[in-house]
């Protein structure tokens, strides 16, 4: 079955703090994997997506296939990465291969 | 233009109501989505067309109507819909291929009464 999990719904962590936020999926395949952001009264927005391996607003996220992981980081935190962080996996099934399947998300705050 | 529109944005409806919910993209994108997104809960596919033409319905009730007139419109038509069908409507655009990025509009935060 294809699934991906966050382990943490919050995650709390003070200005200038590194930053991990885990995500793990099932998946009997090639995974396409992303990280999409919603901050607050915003529409969902793609961070970042491991094919193209880039670095986006100092977050990075590498695509572990061994341990099926695929976790976001960011080695100081700022305020205004305070937002609602999904881990998502391109669905790869019908017609289209765009449809994505979220993990729960992880609300991430940072105190100043 | 690399905006999903949708609206309206807020609905309250009755359950003997028909309503619509629309969506709007000029990105040539060929792939656009329905999700339902309840109260602190991830959004969750519903409809998916492809080329215009519904590839996946992920076993939607059928008082929940998807149309798409043409490869920039995206319509959801509402009937007979019950309190628990209160969600976010997040519309979603894409090409239909695996690992592209999927474009969402703000959403319509539906009320059923």
């Known amino acids: 079955a294809q699934r991906v999990t966050q382990p943490e719904k919050l995650l709390s962590v003070f200005k200038g703090a590194p930053v991990e936020l885990k995500c793990n999926y099932s998946?009997?395949?090639?995974?396409?994997l992303f990280w999409y952001v919603q901050y607050s009264r915003q529409r969902l927005q793609l961070l970042l997506r491991?094919?193209s391996r880039e670095s986006i607003k100092g977050f990075t996220a590498d695509l572990n296939k061994g341990e099926t992981s695929f976790h976001l980081k960011k080695p100081f935190a700022q305020e205004e990465d305070s937002a609602m962080y999904y881990c998502?996996?391109?669905?790869?099934?019908?017609?289209?291969?765009?449809?994505?399947?979220f993990g729960k998300g992880t609300k991430l705050s940072v105190k100043p | 233009d690399t905006e999903v529109t949708q609206t309206p944005k807020h609905l309250v409806m009755g359950m003997t109501n028909k309503k619509s919910l629309k969506c709007e993209q000029h990105?040539?994108?060929?792939?656009m989505y329905w999700y339902k997104q309840k109260a602190k809960k991830p959004p969750e596919l519903m409809f998916v067309?492809?080329?215009?033409?519904?590839?996946i319905n992920e076993s939607v009730p059928s008082r929940f109507s998807p149309e798409c007139p043409n490869s920039s419109l995206l319509n959801l038509h509402l009937h007979a819909l019950q309190p628990e069908d209160s969600a976010l409507y997040l519309c979603?655009?894409?090409?239909?291929?695996?690992?592209?990025?999927?474009?969402f509009g703000q959403g319509t935060r539906l009320t059923v009464v």
């Open positions: 979603a655009s894409s090409q239909p291929q695996r690992g592209t990025e999927a474009f």
């Open positions: 998946y009997s395949g090639s995974p396409e």
């Open positions: 491991h094919i």
């Open positions: 998502a996996l391109s669905g790869g099934y019908g017609g289209s291969q765009g449809n994505l399947i």
């Open positions: 990105m040539g994108h060929r792939a």
């Open positions: 067309y492809s080329y215009e033409k519904l590839s």
